[in-house]
């Protein structure tokens, strides 16, 4: 199984210290934990930053040769400030190097990843489209990971006529469901919706904190439901990234949807209990 996971390499920088993530990023490189074969198709800039991210990227296993480096761009980042009740706001850079990410032949690989926030620029849609032409993907994993304001509705339906297997978050399912027009009914009736007017998606999963998370088959036409793992929360920084990476391998290694979705469950519950948004860890 070869994986290529599109969009955003960028840095959290805080006064005194920084973190690598980006979604496409965390989710790679939980894949990569897991033993899968994954590469990151994005860019970064001929800085320190850049260096650095791919140095990290490289130790986690995750390709980096689709990472491509432009010298007239930043590499990503978000300055996060803290006002004296230590309370963080975050400004992400526009402009920087993962808003131009290149096209390439993708016909190698056998799942695309793929989420909104990458999709907030005109390039990267065009790109994006073109990679989904040239490629033969088993699988499109799609994470609607919105962050205002950076998402509309043509990103998110970018996102819902290409997934074969839809993630939305709780406290997302809202936002989603208005921009296309759809009522929230009830967690079953909104992944039949989905699933009946965008015909690819097999799976819709709708994840729900620490009350677990649902995922409903089309092929099989059933819900299934899993409770959060019992953990000491510590961050929850990657938890939504490391949940897609151990659902996708679990799934793509012809596991049921029930047990895809305890193990996704178990591995996100490891990530919450640690600092890290990659902790160390075997499967």
């Not at 939504?240 to 012809?254: K, P, T």
């Amino acid at each position: 199984m070869k994986v290529l996971s599109f969009g955003e390499i960028l840095w959290d920088v805080y006064p005194d210290k920084k973190y690598i993530g980006g979604a496409p990023l965390n989710f790679a490189a939980h894949l990569a934990r897991h033993g899968g074969d994954v590469e990151m198709l994005s860019a970064v800039g001929c800085d320190f930053l850049g260096d650095e991210a791919l140095e990290i990227l490289g130790k986690w296993g995750v390709g980096t040769h689709l990472v491509k480096r432009l010298p007239d761009k930043e590499t990503g980042s978000c300055v996060v400030t803290l006002d004296e009740s230590s309370t963080p706001s975050y400004n992400l850079k526009t402009d920087v190097a993962w808003d131009c990410i290149p096209h390439i032949d993708t016909k190698t690989f056998d799942v695309l990843y793929f989420g909104t926030l990458a999709l907030r620029g005109e390039h990267n849609r065009i790109s994006l489209n073109k990679t989904l032409e040239s490629g033969n993907f088993r699988e499109i994993f799609c994470d609607i990971n919105l962050r205002a304001p950076f998402f509309d509705r043509d990103s998110i339906e970018m996102v819902l006529n290409n997934a074969t297997i839809l993630k939305i978050s709780e406290e997302e399912l809202d936002t989603t469901l208005a921009a296309v027009g759809v009522e929230n009914t009830g967690l079953e009736s909104v992944c039949l919706e989905l699933e009946s007017r965008y015909k690819q998606i097999r799976v819709v999963i709708i994840t729900l904190g620490s009350k677990g998370a649902v995922a409903h088959s089309s092929l099989e036409n059933r819900l299934y439901f899993v409770k959060a793992k019992p953990c000491s929360v510590v961050s929850t920084v990657g938890a939504g990234d490391s949940f897609s990476a151990a659902f996708l391998w679990s799934y793509m290694r012809g596991e049921g949807v029930d047990r895809c979705l305890s193990h996704a469950s178990e591995i996100a519950a490891l990530t919450v209990s640690c600092y890290d948004a990659v902790p160390e860890y075997t499967v």
